[in-house]
């Protein structure tokens, strides 16, 4: 983004704020709306993410890179369209000398005559990517029951602070739809970082992650279910060279009908279906670090909320969510990487590109 959008960061701020405090009424609901409101707000939320995380696809967004050597960032460089990658690539077990270093493709067979890249392989081989490029006993005995069928792709790397990446294809797991992924990534050493990524699950929920760079900053991690917000967590921070650390952050947290919004002045408001509550008190919790040197901090990372309702009675959104936590950090993680589909898609492209 070039210096001239983000010369209005001071008046996009304004003008956040301005917009929330038109769109939300002050006139407060009575003092038990916030705890039930919060309570079914947060009760929703882990229903749903008990669902997610019992899918096939939650346990494969999970896949991390224990185990597994990453590609330099800086010694290569790639220029890779759909067009150059497309076709059908089938797994295939095959016996391997363990002191070499194979590449991916070597254990596929590739058929033409497809638009798009669809890799068949087994789901056992993906979840635990350190095997991918060895031979073991059982991978004989494995079905390619993991299907990706990528639709739209470009990888255009220089280095990892320069490179345009898109990358949006479908799930499909033991012959039944597992979701749909979408990811798009521009980091341009002029222009800063633009990476939306984001999987549709089946059953109906959408995890979405954010995040662009420049005066402002902006990112956010939102779950929702069809068109309703279960859970969203966005910060703005924005260059104000006035300001006691040269910035200023906006950070908003919202549970179903419960939104908390911490203003740069680290005041904090409380709403619930855009009512102001104007008794209850948010006090912010940030662990293990400086809140002002991290510039994501999250339920999901070194943050909590306690909440004192008007009647004087407190909680933590830890306490309400629980366990929750953990499958959302998964997911939070997983968003901003997907090794899952860097493992096959680009290893596989990377191969083709090179001729290996």
């Known amino acids: 983004m070039n210096n001239n959008v983000f010369k209005v960061s001071g008046f996009l701020l304004l003008t956040f704020i301005a917009w929330s405090c038109s769109k939300i009424e002050t006139a407060s609901t009575s003092p038990a709306a916030l705890k039930d ?29 224990s185990g597994v050597t990453l590609k330099s960032g800086t010694v290569f460089s790639a220029n890779i369209p759909l067009d150059l990658v ?12 363990e002191s070499r270093n194979y590449s991916l493709i070597k254990f596929f067979t590739k058929s033409t005559g497809n638009s798009k890249m669809v890799v068949n392989m087994p ?27 990528v639709t739209d792709y470009h990888n255009n790397y220089n280095s990892y602070r320069d490179y345009d990446y898109v990358n949006v294809a479908d799930i499909t797991i033991d012959k039944a739809s597992a979701g749909s992924l979408n990811i798009k990534s521009v980091i341009n050493p002029t222009t800063g970082t633009q990476y939306a990524s984001q999987f549709a699950f089946t059953n109906g929920y959408t995890a979405k992650y954010l995040y662009t760079s420049g005066d402002t900053i902006k990112s956010s991690f939102t779950l929702m279910k069809a ?22 952050k906006l950070y908003s947290l919202t549970i179903g009908d419960v939104k908390l919004v911490r203003k740069p002045d680290h005041t904090t408001q409380v709403y619930v279906k855009n009512v102001l509550q104007p008794k209850a008190t948010v006090t912010v919790v940030d ?20 909440i004192t309702f008007e009647d004087g009675t407190k909680t933590t959104i830890s306490a309400l969510i629980g366990s929750t936590i953990t499958d959302l950090t998964t997911l939070f993680t997983s968003l901003h990487n997907v090794y899952f589909a860097a493992y096959v898609v680009d290893w596989l492209g990377y191969d083709v590109y090179y001729k290996r």
């Open 37 to 65: 409101a919060l309570t079914v707000s947060a009760q929703n939320l882990n229903n749903a993410m008990t669902d997610i995380a019992t899918s096939q696809a939650f346990q494969l967004l999970s896949v991390s890179t």
């Open 86 to 97: 497309k076709g059908v690539y089938d797994y295939k077990a095959l016996k391997t000398n």
């Open 123 to 149: 789901l056992a081989k993906l979840k635990n990517p350190s095997v991918l490029r060895t031979y073991l006993k059982s991978d004989s005995t494995l079905t390619n029951n993991f299907s990706m069928s």
């Open 227 to 248: 068109a309703s917000t279960l859970y969203k967590e966005e910060l703005l921070t924005i260059k104000n060279d006035t300001a006691r650390f040269g910035h200023e």
């Open 287 to 306: 662990k293990d670090g400086d809140s002002e040197s991290e510039s994501e901090h999250s339920i999901c990372h070194k943050r909590d909320l306690q």
